[in-house]
T-cell receptor, first 116, second 111 residues
């Protein structure tokens, strides 16, 4: 039974298109995240939500917009895709938010986005 | 500046060896430190979490230590096996809740 699941696993699309990546966690966690892993395998946070409220918004282009309909879901919508958006996007969740002890993070399997 | 450095970047050992992966960080105000494993084309699997008040955690053949004062953590793998081959990532949680990652150590254990 998958704890953090993302769809799709692979996404190939043309420049200029709009696409969404979905994420769901069945761990009952309060906090969800989006991370980006670039071509050099470096992972960096993009967004974090706690109980549907945005708490972290790193320096990410406005074309990226997260949406959290409930605390078990955090979707990532990307407008006007660019070649440089090609990367692996990981969703993650943790029980607690910033400043608390139980912040062990669990990750999804990733979505490999290729913009052509 | 929040930085995590992992040394070595790559490591190849024969099966059965004990090995140590190193992680150093510049931020002294960490909340916890987490070690992950990433297999090629896969997601991240959490291996061990060390709270800032703890000094080490153990799980099976894995032992992770944390020294906040020196900004260092080590992951010790005992009796390595080919199935341990993967990239090992170290990350600490800051007071904002985000994880700051190192670039990983890619381990190959040869049969």
């Amino acid at each position: 039974d998958t704890a953090v699941s993302q769809t799709p696993k692979y996404l190939v699309t043309q420049m200029g298109n709009d696409k969404s990546i979905k994420c769901e966690q069945n761990l009952g966690h309060d906090t969800m995240y989006w991370y980006k892993q670039d071509s050099k395998k470096f992972l960096k946070i993009m967004f974090s939500y706690n109980n549907k409220e945005l708490i972290i918004n790193e320096t990410v282009p406005n074309r990226f917009s997260p949406k959290s309909p409930d605390k078990a879901h955090l979707n990532l919508h990307i407008n006007s895709l660019e070649l440089g958006d090609s990367a692996v996007y990981f969703c993650a969740s943790s029980q607690d938010a910033a400043g608390r002890l139980n912040t062990e993070a669990f990750f999804g399997q990733g979505t490999r986005l290729t913009v052509v | 500046k929040q930085e995590v450095t992992q040394i070595p970047a790559a490591l190849s050992v024969p099966e059965g060896e004990n090995l140590v992966l190193n992680c150093s960080f510049t931020d002294s105000a960490i909340y916890n430190l987490q070690w992950f494993r990433q297999d090629p084309g896969k997601g991240l699997t959490s291996l061990l979490l060390i709270q800032s008040s703890q000094r080490e955690q153990t799980s099976g053949r894995l032992n992770a230590s944390l020294d906040k004062s020196s900004g260092r953590s080590t992951l010790y793998i005992a009796a390595s096996q080919p199935g341990d081959s993967a990239t090992y990532l170290c990350a600490y949680s800051s007071n904002t809740g985000k994880l700051i990652f190192g670039q990983g150590t890619t381990l190959q254990v040869k049969p």
